[in-house]
């Protein structure tokens, strides 16, 4: 959010300098600037949404998938480990760090929740069903 502001304070300063500076206001440079501006703007108001409909969330029960768990699975068949983070949906498929990061409303996301280590989950995805052992939670 304070990125996208200072991106802000930027684009009017640049718009200003076109307004001040343009006598010809069909510029399409100036065009730009307000598109850019209107669009930053937008973003503003859409991540202010997100953060009004945030809950802070207490941390979370290591014994039990939540929000929040960076769980390690090893696929039964295939015998090899992976980790992944159970989110929400907004923040899911976002390519931020080394874990992806799956929603808690994927298929994958609803097997693990309340679930522990030791627990086997059963996916079901375009008709081919993966088995995952959970083993372990952070």
Known sequence: LEQE???LDEATRILQELTGSSDDYDDSGLEDAKTE???IEQRIDDLEAQL???EIIAEHDLDKVGL???VKLRDTKAKDSFEVQVVSPVEA???EGDVPKVSDESPL??????RRPGDSVKVV???KTSEYQIESIA
């Open 52 to 54: 009004d409909r945030a």
């Open 68 to 70: 929040g768990s960076v």
């Open 109 to 114: 996301g609803k097997a693990l929740l309340n």
């Open 93 to 95: 498929g976002v390519l």
């Open 5 to 7: 502001r200072a991106r």
């Open 125 to 127: 995805i375009n008709d």
């Open 37 to 39: 501006k209107a669009r």
